[in-house]
């Protein structure tokens, strides 16, 4: 079983940043990919940014690209989300997911079999 802890949520001004960071325990194998979702209140939960491993792929919702970078650091099994020029409709409850399998869609929900417990992101205008 895997375990996602996700922290770095908060309340920031439009055009500032944070950094979301999540950090798995438990069984990750090597060939993985990991990622953010994020859900507004009334909106379904949606894909922000995802990275593969092997070979560190990205993918970006296009709503964020230009502003959000995900990085991991597999030593520490941790995947991070680092969000600059906030906007108040990033605002949501952020979660981290992952799979043990590399390849498939990488900002589809269902792909992905563990889910942390979400971090609140606010931004205020």
């Known amino acids: 079983q895997v375990q996602l802890v996700e922290s770095g949520g908060g309340s920031v001004q439009a055009g500032g940043s944070l950094r979301l960071s999540c950090t798995a325990s438990g069984y990750m194998t090597s060939s993985k990919r990991m990622g953010w979702f994020r859900q507004a209140p009334g909106n379904e939960r949606e894909g922000v940014a995802s990275i593969r491993t092997p070979g560190g792929t990205t993918a970006y919702a296009d709503s964020v690209k230009g502003r959000f970078t995900i990085s991991q650091d597999n030593a520490k099994n941790t995947v991070y989300l680092q969000m600059n020029l906030l906007k108040p409709e990033d605002t949501g409850m952020y979660y981290c997911?992952?799979?043990?399998?590399?390849?498939?869609?990488?900002?589809?929900?269902?792909?992905?079999?563990?889910w942390g417990q979400g971090t609140q992101v606010t931004v205020s205008s």
């Open positions: 997911a992952a799979t043990n399998l590399a390849y498939g869609p990488m900002l589809i929900e269902t792909e992905y079999k563990y």
